[in-house]
């Protein structure tokens, strides 16, 4: 899988084959962000958005959800920058850095602060989303972004 271009994305994890998605499909501040089984609501989808020129070798997107439509409404983060802290919606922008892995999958890496830091589904127990330090081959640590939609210009 080539990186991801700007458009409208389900972001399934690889481990333990659930979708990226808003719990309760809420997007009030601090709702925890969960995996999920496949459902097709608007609750997995995700705008990306490319924070780079295309070409270079940067792999820095945002990934909004698209709850409020594809000109995205808002982004994930934790409360700390420590792995283990689950991962949140916050009307705040988040950046992330993709690296591309050879089954076409990506980890999601955290910008800011510990580098080493992946979005992760690391119990098979509770599909809460959290940052976890990054294991090389962990699955749970790997995201395959499906393509919905392009992006529609703003009215």
């Known amino acids: ?62 990934i909004q959800s698209n709850n409020s439509g594809n000109n995205g409404n808002g982004c994930f983060a934790t409360a700390k920058e420590n792995a283990g802290e689950p991962v949140v919606y916050t009307r705040q922008a988040f950046v992330v850095d993709l690296s591309g892995q050879a089954d076409n999958t990506f980890n999601i890496c955290f910008t800011r602060g510990n580098r080493n830091l992946v979005l992760s589904i690391p119990n098979p127990k509770n599909s809460a989303v959290r940052l976890e330090n990054h294991a090389q081959g962990n699955t749970c640590q790997q995201w395959e972004f499906n393509r919905v939609s392009d992006l529609q210009p703003i009215a």
């Open 1 to 62: 899988m080539s990186f991801p271009n700007d458009g409208v994305y389900t972001i399934r994890n690889a481990g333990r084959n659930l979708m990226l998605d808003l719990t309760g499909d809420s997007t009030n501040e601090g709702n925890q962000i969960q995996g999920y089984a496949k459902n097709g609501t608007v609750a997995q989808q995700w705008v990306i958005k490319r924070q780079n020129e295309p070409g270079t070798p940067n792999k820095t997107i945002s």
